[in-house]
């Protein structure tokens, strides 16, 4: 298949040729480089297209459990037989997102071509995780996107042309498009276009299982969808306004209240309640976390790029057989667990949502009260996938983002590589080398989770209070409480009680020195 060539004018390419996914054996490697085109580099993505899901896919550990909510999580891939192509085009903000069979479109207007291909893998692997099936690929050449359409009209025109061939219903752009150019690239391709923004939101939308999760998508969604309501003319007057009803007459009719206006009304209001619903649990979660403070128990929390292996970290460190997928933003609602230090100290670990390069504002915005975990936290777990293309670029994109959260820049991080048993060792060594705080690990064969555990006991606030004391046999609850939140140095058993020297924190030594009978 020969696509159309586009007018030079569009800052195109040539002509683009049949997909082939194997390198030709006989061109020169000193002209490789010089003549690479994007189409190059959509071939690459599209023979390795398929790597998000993780069917078949048996890196999974007895730590794991019995992933229960795979099998939910199986029924939201693609269904044959469902489009959203689009019959009437000035209806497609009402539409639910659908996506079945898609076609990739993005701009190279910076960077090298590695850059442009791991962003176009991502992309395609974000699509399959939300449940469609990649077809075919375009990627333009360009300085500066176009302000109507994103890509040029010859290129948008070539775009069409692949939708056509391929039967796709609906096009990925790898970008965040403003609504005019969503509505003009519509327009040319004739079926839905959705840019990266919309994509990650079905996925959260789809993943999201409690009840503040759900909120928080919605919000998000929401604010999203807000801007980008679109009308038709009058066909869209619901009512005639002024005081027509009245026999008011001549000079007093007007075009009322439009359908989009009562839509955009409806959203706020929405927005609105979903706030004050997102608000009130607010205090749970704060009665928890100080509860957790009142007991001296530290916290860790894990970060990190989506997919990076967090929840098999977690997993591993605590048994709490949270789901595990190889796919992006597996999950969303954070799950805390309790977990001990080799020395026997209690701290407690906290699964929060991956990151991801551009993430949405929406989302950032609407997640920051499940984000306020990290912020609490006394040391940050930053799970790194050194077996990726570019682990560099994925710490870039997570530290971008925890610098929205206020209070983080404090708080111990400790590199966690993971995938250690997958990767290539030059990529390790110079991470280690980059990120002097780093520990080598692997979820999946349990490499290095000992040394991890060793750094994380270091780095958690021990108590300071040093006390020395008989406690009753009747108050066995503050020993237990001794061992679980501070440090013993010594124990022993009297007839008085058991004599304890220890350090803790200052409520429970104030507590134990109360009670004691020395």
């Known amino acids: 298949m020969t696509h159309p060539t586009t007018p030079a004018g569009d800052g195109a390419d040539a002509t683009i040729p049949e997909r082939n996914p194997e390198p030709t054996a006989t061109a020169p490697a000193e002209t490789a480089a010089p003549t690479l085109r994007p189409d190059d580099v959509v071939a690459r993505v599209l023979a390795r297209a398929g790597t998000a899901l993780d069917e078949g896919d048996t890196r999974w550990t007895d730590d794991d459990g019995d992933q229960l909510d795979r099998e939910e999580r199986a029924a939201l891939r693609r269904v044959g037989g469902l489009s959203t192509e689009l019959e009437d085009v000035t209806e497609v903000e009402y539409r639910s997102l659908r996506l079945e069979r898609v076609v990739l479109a993005g701009v190279w207007s910076s960077g090298t071509v590695e850059d442009a291909e791991l962003s176009l893998r991502e992309l395609a692997a974000l699509a399959e995780t939300a449940g ?7 990627l333009q050449r360009r300085q500066n996107p176009d302000p109507g359409t994103y890509f040029g009209s010859g290129k948008a025109a070539e775009l069409a042309d692949v939708v056509r061939a391929t039967g796709a219903d609906t096009v990925v752009v790898d970008a965040d498009l403003s609504p005019s150019q969503r509505r003009g690239l519509e327009d040319i391709v004739k079926v839905k276009v959705i840019d990266r923004t919309a994509l990650i939101l079905d ?12 909120a928080q998508v919605e919000l998000a969604q929401l604010e999203y969808l807000l801007p980008r309501l679109r009308g038709w003319g009058e066909s869209m007057s619901r009512q005639a306004g002024g005081r027509v009803a009245g026999g008011e007459g001549i000079g007093s009719r007007g075009p009322g209240e439009t359908k989009i206006e009562l839509d955009r009304r409806r959203i706020r209001t929405r927005m609105a309640k979903l706030r004050r619903e997102i608000a009130h649990m607010r205090p749970a979660r704060e009665t928890r976390r100080a509860s957790r403070r009142r007991h001296q128990v530290p916290a860790v929390a894990i970060v990190g790029y989506t997919n990076a292996g967090k929840s098999s970290l977690l997993n591993r460190l605590t048994g709490a057989g949270v789901l595990v997928e190889n796919a992006l933003f597996a999950t969303l609602d954070p799950t805390v667990r309790r977990a001990r230090t080799p020395d026997g100290r209690t701290y407690t670990l906290a699964d929060t949502v991956g990151f991801v390069r551009s993430l949405p504002t929406q989302l950032v915005e609407a997640f920051r009260s499940t984000l306020e975990e990290v912020a609490e936290a006394d040391v940050l777990l930053h799970v790194v996938d050194v077996s ?9 994109a997570v530290r971008t983002v925890l610098g929205e959260i206020e209070g983080v820049d404090d708080i111990v991080e400790v590199v966690v590589l993971n995938k250690a048993d997958v990767a290539d060792p030059e990529t390790v060594a110079r991470l280690r080398r980059r990120e002097p705080r780093s520990v080598v690990v692997s979820a999946h064969t349990g490499e290095g989770l000992e040394e991890l555990q060793r750094v994380v006991a270091e780095h958690l606030p021990r108590p300071h209070e040093v ?7 009747d108050r066995g609850d503050l020993v237990h409480r001794v061992h679980s939140e501070g440090e013993v140095d010594d124990e022993q058993h009297t007839a008085d009680g058991t004599v304890l020297r220890a350090r803790v924190g200052a409520d429970l ?4 020195r109360a009670v004691s009978v020395a």
Do not use: C, N, R
């Open 132 to 138: 469609s099936e990649v077809l075919d690929g375009l």
């Open 203 to 214: 996925i959260f939308a789809q993943h999201a299982k409690s009840k503040e999760g759900k």
């Open 388 to 396: 990726h293309p570019d682990p560099e670029g994925q710490i870039a």
């Open 467 to 473: 006390v020395d004391v008989v406690v009753p046999y």
């Open 509 to 512: 030594a104030a507590e134990l």
